[in-house]
């Protein structure tokens, strides 16, 4: 039983170890709610570049003046900080869905800076690689509505792209908060002492983007608890919504100059310029597209706040005008019903209305839109385009592509149902079609079988007869461009011609073939003639080169050596080819060879073996037959050679008469032997 336990449990444990293998070992917190990192990532002392995208979805670059921390699906958690970043200035960049969170529920930033300077700034800019990349900056116990941790904290926080979220405050700062670009959502409309944005002497400004705050407590404010700094909120761009339990804005400056919407309110006042105890509080309302404000209390300062100063320009009226000169330009014969309405909506413009009534002056250039909108025009008669269209040729494959297609497109120019104020346009359509009928032009005749047999002639003819080479370009020389398509017989005769002298080219031939350099000649022993086309290569070998064969040579014939080696190769189009028959090959002979007596002829095989052929001597010339082409060499003997085979025979005193009868016998037998072997090479090769 013992035993039968044992192996279940050894069974278990082998199948977890599989199943672990083939199970994937990087997670990214975009796969999974799993952090990617469980304590907080403390950056602010590594002083070297620090990979750690694949197994955690952070990497740090320090700098000189701080760094950059790149994000890509990082789930990062710490118990109370979650990351730590040096002072000075840090880019955070962010790629893919990214998660910061604290498991803390005490009053502590979720992002923050040290070093050893403690004077020193710290500067973080947000920014996206691409568009849809996300950051969340999260408490993980959602539960708490006091007291609870915040998301950043440092002197100067601008995001300049990416998409952020939060549950928490998004940051309590010293200096200045940027918004240039990407989306902000503050989401915490259940806690009471978190404010959105908090900054304590700097500036907000808004540039652009889309900010979200919905809160507890004031969406934006800077107490200026120090007496220090400007604490201005700038909006110039982007669009801006804040939902506030107390108020929406509260700063000492306040200035709103933007094409983008606002829709800003809170329970007690949805913007408030004031500082107690100082002067110089303002509040400007320049322009916007759009505005709403409200405030159960007030949704500007009091009237008793008289350190105040508000300026509140007039609305923006120039859509309303750019409507009103719409509904001016209008001729009441172009429609079939009056423009009493569009006159109503245009008499309902009140004009100098201020900016905080912005929505109601938009309103007015929509009435008016709409009232024209509704307006039913006359059409316009499109009798004269109907009579072009008439004329048209029913067959259009005889005229060119482009002037086809001119037509066509002044044809499908042609848009219905415009109304009577457009008549000019759609008589213009009738002279665009009467014009391209104009201008319809015959197709040239189709020289496509002309070019194409054209193009078949040979780059070089240099191979080919003189006469055939004159019918060839007779045919091509009396080809005449530009012919029209009525007569596309006589340009296909022009193709056949080409055709026609094209398979009659004829090839030049020689008789032999010679290599320049070497002087080495080749014909077909038969005396069938070579084509032109065909060249002759050889390549002379060196001494060092025929030394190679020097035993192999001595094996085969005893006493010669390599006067000459020869690599012989005919080509034809770059190609080594073999001879379609015997061929007779001539080397003429060099000083090495005329200085040596017995000449020879001898075929050297790939694997070295040496044979002598059949071969003779004649007119400054050694001639042999083959009928494959490779390594041939010519060997001989040096007169010393031949005189010691004299001294030796004649130095023989110790043989006897019987025995030289039986030398000689048995060396004519050998003879006899060779030259059948010898005959028999020679016709393989």
């Known amino acids: ?67 950059t921390l790149m994000l890509k699906n990082s ?41 050893p300077d403690a004077n020193a700034e710290s500067n973080i800019t947000i920014v996206a690689k691409t568009d849809d990349a996300k950051l969340n900056i999260l408490r993980k116990d959602a539960s708490p509505t006091t007291a609870i941790p915040y998301g950043i904290t440092g002197n100067n926080i601008t995001i300049k792209s990416g998409n952020i979220y939060t549950n928490m405050g998004f940051c ?191 309103s007015y250039a929509v009435s008016i839109e709409n009232a024209i909108k509704a307006l039913e025009p006359k059409k316009a008669i499109y009798d004269k385009v109907d009579a072009a269209i008439a004329k048209i040729p029913s067959d259009l494959s005889i005229y060119t592509k482009d002037s086809v297609n001119a037509l066509n497109d002044a044809k499908n120019a042609v848009v219905r149902g415009k109304d009577k104020s457009e008549q000019g346009i759609v008589d213009g359509y009738a002279t665009a079609i009467e014009n391209a009928i104009k201008a319809l032009e015959h197709k040239a005749a189709d020289y496509s079988k002309v070019d194409a047999a054209i193009a078949k002639i040979p780059s070089d003819l240099s191979s080919y007869t003189k006469d055939s080479i004159n019918t060839l370009n007779d045919a091509k020389n009396a080809v005449v461009r530009g012919k029209n398509i009525s007569e596309q017989n006589i340009v296909d005769g022009y193709a056949k011609d080409i055709e026609n002298a094209l398979a009659n080219l004829k090839k030049k031939t020689e008789i032999s073939i010679t290599n320049p350099e070497t002087g080495v000649k080749i014909e077909y022993d038969d005396g069938t003639p070579m084509e032109i086309d065909f060249t002759l290569a050889v390549v002379s070998k060196s001494q060092a080169e025929m030394n190679t064969f020097k035993n ?8 010669f050596v390599l006067a000459g080696l020869y690599d012989i190769s005919m080509m034809k189009d770059g190609l080594k080819i073999q001879p379609n028959g015997e061929l007779k090959i001539s080397i003429p002979l060099t000083d090495t060879m005329k200085a040596m007596k017995n000449l020879k002829v001898v075929y050297i095989s790939d694997s070295g073996n040496v044979t002598v052929i059949p071969s003779e001597v004649k007119d400054g010339h050694i001639i042999f037959v083959t009928d494959h082409l490779s390594y041939y060499g010519v060997i001989g003997k040096t007169k010393d050679n031949v005189s010691d085979d004299k001294n030796s025979t004649n130095k023989s005193p110790e043989t006897s008469d019987s025995s030289s009868i039986e030398l000689l016998v048995m060396m004519t037998f ?16």
């Open 1 to 67: 039983m013992k035993k039968n336990k044992l192996k279940k449990i050894l069974s278990a444990v082998l199948v977890l170890a599989l199943t672990m293998g083939i199970l994937p070992t990087k997670v990214l917190a975009s796969e999974t709610n799993i952090p990617t990192r469980i304590t907080m990532l403390d950056v602010s002392k590594m002083t070297e570049t620090t990979d750690m995208l694949e197994s955690e979805g952070w990497k740090w670059i320090p700098t000189d003046s701080g760094g």
């Open 552 to 559: 192999d040579v001595d094996n085969a014939a005893p006493g």
């Open 75 to 115: 789930y990062i958690q710490g118990e109370g900080e979650a990351l730590c970043l040096p002072f000075g200035d840090v880019s955070i960049i962010l790629e893919g869905e990214n998660t910061i969170e604290t498991r803390g529920t005490l009053l502590s930033p979720t992002i923050y800076a040290d070093g």
């Open 670 to 685: 050998v003879s006899g032997l060779g030259l059948v072997i010898l005959k028999k090479k020679s016709r393989k090769y």
């Open 172 to 362: 309590i700062i010293v200096s200045r908060f940027a918004m240039q670009g990407g989306s902000l959502k503050i989401d915490t409309p259940n806690v009471t002492d978190c404010d959105g944005i908090y900054t304590i002497k700097g500036n907000v400004d808004i540039t652009g983007g889309n900010l979200d705050i919905d809160t507890g407590q004031v969406g934006i404010w800077l107490p200026g608890n120090t007496g220090e700094g400007e604490r201005k909120v700038n909006i110039t761009g982007g669009d801006v919504k804040i939902r506030s339990g107390f108020g929406a804005i509260y700063a000492k400056k306040i200035t709103i100059n933007t094409n983008g919407n606002l829709d800003l309110q809170g329970d007690k006042f949805a913007l408030k310029a004031f500082q107690k105890n100082e002067t110089g509080a303002v509040l400007e309302i320049l322009s916007a597209g759009s505005i709403i404000l409200d405030g159960t209390e007030h949704y500007l300062p009091k009237a008793t706040d008289e350190n105040t100063t508000v300026t509140i320009s007039e609305a923006n009226y120039s859509q309303v005008e750019t409507a009103i000169t719409k509904a001016n330009a209008l001729n009441p014969d172009d429609y079939v019903s009056d423009l009493t309405d569009v006159k109503a909506a245009v008499d309902a413009v009140v004009k100098g209305k201020k900016v905080l009534e912005q929505n109601l002056v938009n």
